[in-house]
């Protein structure tokens, strides 16, 4: 079983491709064969950029499959542009194998302002697009390449049912995954432009952030919300907290409006197995032991409500204010003696109780925090101090969980599923406002979801990421983003993380500032995978 319709995204900032325009000279002086459009391959039509005509390989004779394709050629304007140029539309060539119609499309060129990465990437695209296309003309393999194309554009056509009697299917196929394997030559341009509005998105605060959502969510073929999410707003303490519960409320709800279309039988079978299933059991990244099930659970998760899933991750994302964080942190550090627990110690402020769950507040001083034995706490809001968290599951026993620190060298450890912005069937975030972090967890963790949603931001600090399976930015039937804004930090995960989709499932690990290791390079990095 093969399954389609997954979005991995790695985007580590700031990065350099200066290297790739090194002989922009030479290319420069080479003829254009072709620049793809980049919303061409949006559009709802068939009628696309890089329209590719050639021979069915199944019915097509010997003389048809060997034909030489016929390119036609426009002369584009390489000249990559500066800082101080308005952006510029250029003349792309419709390639056509077999045929020698034409077709002159206008393909709009992004800004500067636009292209937050690096400026210059799309004209070095368009450069390195010329040179490979110049390459299969010079080696005289034109039709070769357009044989593979329409062989990819076959299988897609063959496999677009759950069942195809082969492990390439259509199960949870998104039709963005369609469209950029339909026209593979286009992709690098869209997906440039794509990681660096959601880098500018995720890297930023309150708006900037539910913009990126909002993109997130179009891609994934999720509506977007009728009347758009807000950053959290709030003048004093008291209403930072009344903003807290009003979020826990609201990520419940989409989360049980997630959960409706599923009968009792269906939630059941994914809470218990869930996790064993598509994590515990698996030993490689390429397949899982037990396909039958796996298949099925994923029909289960094609049948939530994904655009009430994904309110859930609007609501958590509107905490991610900085002014609505100033006011949390100005909540008093007035430790309260008659608070004690088993379950947590040092100095505690409050304990809210509220119809979505009790707020816990901590002061200021080292406090630790047993998460698992504080079953009815939906939301610990720690004001400071070196502090240690504890497991914190987030799944059958308590659907939606909220930790948000504001200071202080924090370790967050955990041997469960589900943990540190991680969530098996439910909705998760963290946000860690400042401090050198470690990160500890097997699987499920630190930006990561199975049928749900999980973010964690940590907003400053030198940061230590450690993982097993599924963790930093892994998402299977739902979202998980881990989003670092600053710092020198170190991320380890063996197996489906840093950045990584699964079947409806969008992972992202947006790094903005600092330098980094991990377990890949450190680079720019988007790619659609099966």
């Known amino acids: 079983m093969r399954l389609t319709g997954i979005l991995s995204v790695l985007i580590l900032f700031p990065t350099s491709i200066h290297a790739l325009g090194q002989d922009t000279q030479t290319l ?43 390119v036609n050629e426009t002369v584009v304007d390489e000249t990559i542009v500066e800082d ?24 709009p060129a992004l800004s500067p302002a636009t292209s937050h990465a690096y400026p210059q990437a799309q004209s070095v695209l368009r450069l390195l697009n010329n040179e490979m296309m110049q390459g299969m003309n010079d ?30 299917t259509g199960l949870c196929r998104l039709p963005w995954y369609d469209a950029l394997y339909r026209n593979m030559a286009a992709a690098p341009f869209e997906m440039e432009r794509f990681t660096s ?7 930023g605060s309150g708006t900037h952030k539910l913009t990126a959502w909002a ?26 907290l009344q903003q807290v519960q009003r979020v826990l409320l609201e990520a419940q709800s989409g989360f049980a409006r997630a959960l409706a279309p599923l009968t009792e039988a269906e939630v059941a079978q994914l809470d218990a197995g869930l996790y064993r299933i598509l994590t515990a059991e698996c030993r490689n990244g390429h397949t899982i032991p037990n ?58 402020c409050q304990r809210i109780s509220t119809s979505a769950g009790d707020i816990l507040i901590g002061g200021r001083g080292s406090n630790s925090y047993s998460l698992d034995a504080l079953g009815d706490v939906a939301a610990v809001i720690d004001l400071g101090g070196n502090d240690v968290y504890a497991d914190g599951s987030t799944a059958a026993q308590r659907r939606v969980m909220i930790i948000i620190d504001l200071g202080g060298d924090d370790r967050y450890q955990a041997s469960r599923p589900g943990v540190q912005g991680g969530a098996v069937m439910g909705a998760s975030l963290l946000i860690d406002r400042s401090g050198n972090d470690v990160y500890d967890a097997k699987d499920v963790a630190q930006g990561s979801a199975l049928g749900g949603i999980g973010i964690l931001i940590d907003q400053a600090g030198d940061d230590r990421y450690i993982g097993v399976k599924r963790v930093q930015g892994q998402a299977l039937g739902g979202v998980g983003l881990l989003i670092d804004n600053a710092g020198r930090d170190a991320y380890r995960a063996a197996l489906w993380g840093q950045g990584f989709g699964n079947p409806l499932g969008f992972g992202c690990i947006e790094d903005s500032n600092g330098a980094d290791t991990n377990g890949t390079a450190d680079i720019l990095s988007a790619q659609n995978s099966t």
């Open 215 to 240: 993109l997130i969510r179009s891609k994934m073929s999720v509506p977007g919300r009728a009347v758009p999410t807000v950053p959290a707003v709030a003048d004093s303490p008291a209403a930072a």
């Open 28 to 70: 420069q002086e080479r003829p254009s064969i072709q620049i793809p459009a980049l919303d061409a391959i949006l559009s709802p039509g068939d009628s696309r950029i890089l329209s590719i005509e050639v021979p069915d390989p199944v019915t097509s004779s010997e003389d048809e499959v060997n034909s030489e394709a016929v």
């Open 197 to 203: 509005d959601l880098h500018e998105g995720l890297s």
């Open 84 to 107: 101080t140029q308005e952006p510029r539309a250029v003349q792309a060539t419709e390639v056509v194998y077999g045929t020698t119609s034409q077709a002159a499309v206008d393909v």
């Open 291 to 348: 396909r039958p099930t796996g298949a099925l659970y994923c029909q289960h998760l094609r049948k939530m409500d994904r655009a009430a899933l994904y309110d859930a991750g609007d609501a958590f994302l509107s905490l991610a204010d900085d002014s609505f964080l100033d006011q949390l942190a100005a909540i008093p550090d007035q430790s309260n003696q008659a608070l004690t627990n088993m379950a947590y110690s040092g100095s505690v």
């Open 139 to 168: 080696r005289g393999i034109n039709s070769r390449y357009g044989l593979f194309q329409g062989y990819a554009q076959n299988r897609l056509n063959v496999s677009t049912s759950d069942r195809t009697g082969s492990e390439l």
